[in-house]
């Protein structure tokens, strides 16, 4: 293909799989429209309901997911502007993730060499993944994992919830690879959590990198399809079984042992530049022991928990929310969300709010993550939405 028929197959996948919108438990759905396209005949299905494709012999898995965060499934009215594909606002746009998708179709068309996995329930926490790392024998078998999530154009990200899942080099050196093709990649440290941090006890590299899309689980999401293009493109000539592999999975580092270590708040690591805001930090003195850390942390969570359950809010876990899968009980038999009924969910002990809990109340975020965690998941037109805010807001000493 030459260069306007590459982009107009990447566009119109795109387009082909954002017609609908899929929420947790519909994903088959979006597999049969992957298959129409015409790439493969079929994909294999795991124990767990994910899909995935091998190609070659090769120690890298590509993912993405095939939920999209939505309540129930809707057809999608596109709206093109330029490069950019939004919807007419009555729906959100899926791009989270088929654009990720995407970006896996191409590379399967061309035939790159890797493990291909397509997971479900990514939206409400990380299902399919989880259930992937825990079960099958990963460790040893692949030195990275590169999920194809992330909002905007220039994220490698090396830490999810505050925890680094991704060295420093193998960010650097896969930036430096991709931005051969007219892309502005870096290493980010602000990673929120996606499929690839259920595999950091067994896989050492774990990244997401960003994939064009913006203010995803809202009405306004839209998605960059000049970047998705230009990054599916440059995914083909990366030396993908050649990137470093330097982080130990044995040992656990969160971002903000660097306190411990540089008390100006801003430094310089490695020929990257770094800022450090201490009005954005999680400390209000400038002693910042692991005593403080772990009171901290305590003060927080006995706040959270605390408000919530004056509210009613049941907040499940993980481990009980994947246990519940196979029932699929947390949508009705229509792909309904379980209606609040006075703050609570009515037949059901599953939360919308869950995976808030599950993926951010365990370790130190910023402010500035949180705000990320606000556009990413909570929709402030909604009561319940602004009061899990508020909550979250006045739980963290900024």
């Known amino acids: 293909m030459n260069s306007k028929e590459s982009y107009n197959f990447i ?9 609908k919108t899929y929420p947790y438990g519909f994903e088959d759905g979006l597999v049969k429209e992957m298959t129409n396209i015409g790439i493969f005949k079929d994909l294999t299905r795991d124990d767990h309901g994910n899909y995935f494709l091998k190609i070659g012999q090769s120690r890298t898995i590509f993912a993405s997911h095939l939920d999209t965060a939505c309540k129930s499934q809707t057809n999608v009215n596109h709206v093109i502007e330029g490069s950019i594909i939004r919807t007419d606002k009555t729906t959100i746009l899926g791009a989270d ?12 068309k061309h035939q790159i060499p890797g493990l291909y996995y397509f997971f479900i329930g990514e939206e409400v926490g990380c299902i399919g993944s989880g259930l992937a790392a825990k079960f099958y024998e990963t460790k040893g078998h692949f030195d990275r994992i590169i999920s194809f999530d992330r909002r905007g154009t220039n994220s490698i990200i090396t830490h999810q919830s505050s925890m680094r899942t991704c060295s420093d080099d193998f960010a650097k050196e896969l930036a430096s690879q991709l931005n ?3 892309l502005c990649f870096k290493p980010d440290n602000t990673g929120v959590y996606t499929d690839s941090a259920e595999f950091t006890s067994v896989i050492p590299e774990c ?17 960059d399809i000049e970047h998705l293009y230009k990054l599916s493109q440059a995914c083909l000539q990366v030396e993908w079984e050649k990137l470093p592999t330097k982080r130990d999975t044995s040992k656990v580092e969160s ?44 003060r927080r969570d006995a706040r959270w928990d605390r408000s919530i359950s004056d509210d009613g809010y049941d907040f499940g876990t993980k481990k ?17 969300l379980k209606s609040f009924d006075n703050h609570s969910l009515s037949n059901s002990s599953e939360s919308k709010y869950d995976n808030l809990k599950d993926k951010f109340f365990s370790s130190y975020i910023s402010r500035e993550e949180l705000e990320i965690i606000k556009d990413q998941y909570l929709d402030m037109s909604d009561e319940e939405d602004r009061s899990v805010y508020n909550i979250l807001l006045e739980s963290y000493p900024f």
């Not at 795109?14 to 017609?19: A, E, G, N, P, V």
């Not at 993730?97 to 399967?108: C, E, F, P, R, Y």
């Not at 306190?259 to 490695?270: A, F, H, I, L, V």
């Not at 009980?320 to 309904?336: H, I, L």
Request: aromatic residues 16%; hydrophobic residues 20%.
């Open 180 to 182: 051969t093709y007219r």
């Open 207 to 223: 990244t997401n990198i960003s994939v064009g899309y913006y203010q995803e689980h809202t009405f306004n999401e839209h998605q």
């Open 255 to 298: 971002k903000w042992d660097k306190w411990d270590k540089y008390d100006t708040g801003n430094y310089e690591s490695d020929g990257w530049d770094e800022s450090w805001n201490r009005s954005y930090g999680q400390f209000t003195t400038t002693s910042s022991s692991r005593s403080n850390h772990t009171n901290w942390n305590t």
């Open 320 to 336: 009980r929310r994947r246990r519940n899968k196979k029932s699929r009980t947390f949508y009705d038999n229509g792909g309904e």
């Open 97 to 108: 993730d088929k654009a990720g998708v995407t970006v896996m179709l191409w590379m399967i």
């Open 11 to 19: 566009k119109s996948t795109f387009l082909k799989l954002t017609q």
